[in-house]
């Protein structure tokens, strides 16, 4: 009896060891795409999953910028994104020049977009590191070459609130 009974837990320790033995597979987070995405879009990979830009190649205390909260579209808020993306080197000198001109410091100059939102009486919370409430911050969109004045509705905490006519070039300056 004992035989019988030492040969089927030899058996059964067999047979559930290739059960047992079976791999269990968790998967891993594949980032290659957003790296490839990132890469793309000149951005880093915490740069594009949070729509900011931290710094630029040759641009020096730079000030972070992300989009804030959702866009005031058509007088109503809604839950559209304005997209922050970085510019070329010829567009921060130009912006560096503007701030110069004016006396003043440039905090940052980027690329504002909003595809497929329709910008009518939109405004746009950007989160603009190192601004306190109550600074002067003016801001500035590229157009057809020249530098034209956009109105700043608020500016608080590391937040600055924008009217947002369109796509550009803008450059925000303290």
């Given at each position: 009896?004992?035989?019988?009974?030492?040969?089927?837990?030899?058996?059964?320790?067999?047979?559930?060891?290739?059960?047992?033995?079976?791999?269990?597979?968790?998967?891993?987070?594949?980032?290659?795409?957003?790296?490839?995405?990132?890469?793309?879009?000149?951005?880093?990979?915490?740069?594009?999953?949070?729509?900011?830009?931290?710094?630029?190649?040759?641009?020096?205390?730079?000030?972070?910028?992300?989009?804030?909260?959702?866009?005031?579209?058509?007088?109503?808020?809604?839950?559209?994104?304005?997209?922050?993306?970085?510019?070329?080197?010829?567009?921060?000198?130009?912006?560096?020049?503007?701030?110069?001109?004016?006396?003043?410091?440039?905090?940052?100059?980027?690329?504002?977009?909003?595809?497929?939102?329709?910008?009518?009486n939109a405004q746009v919370a950007l989160r603009v590191e190192g601004v306190k409430a109550g600074d002067v911050v003016t801001a500035y969109r590229c157009v057809k070459g020249e530098w034209a004045a956009v109105n700043v509705a608020a500016v608080a905490d590391d937040s600055v609130t924008i009217d947002f006519p369109g796509k550009g070039i803008y450059t925000?300056?303290?």
């Amino acid at each position: 009896m004992k035989k019988i009974l030492a040969i089927s837990f030899a058996l059964a320790l067999t047979f559930s060891t290739t059960v047992c033995a079976a791999e269990t597979v968790v998967p891993e987070k594949d980032f290659s795409r957003l790296d490839t995405l990132a890469d793309c879009a000149n951005k880093s990979l915490p740069e594009y999953t949070s729509n900011a830009v931290s710094e630029m190649d040759g641009v020096r205390d730079q000030a972070k910028i992300a989009s804030g909260s959702d866009m005031v579209t058509e007088g109503g808020e809604s839950n559209a994104t304005c997209v922050v993306d970085k510019v070329d080197v010829n567009a921060v000198i130009y912006a560096q020049h503007k701030a110069a001109e004016t006396g003043s410091t440039m905090l940052t100059v980027v690329e504002l977009s909003a595809p497929g939102v329709h910008l009518e009486n939109a405004q746009v919370a950007l989160r603009v590191e190192g601004v306190k409430a109550g600074d002067v911050v003016t801001a500035y969109r590229c157009v057809k070459g020249e530098w034209a004045a956009v109105n700043v509705a608020a500016v608080a905490d590391d937040s600055v609130t924008i009217d947002f006519p369109g796509k550009g070039i803008y450059t925000f300056i303290k």
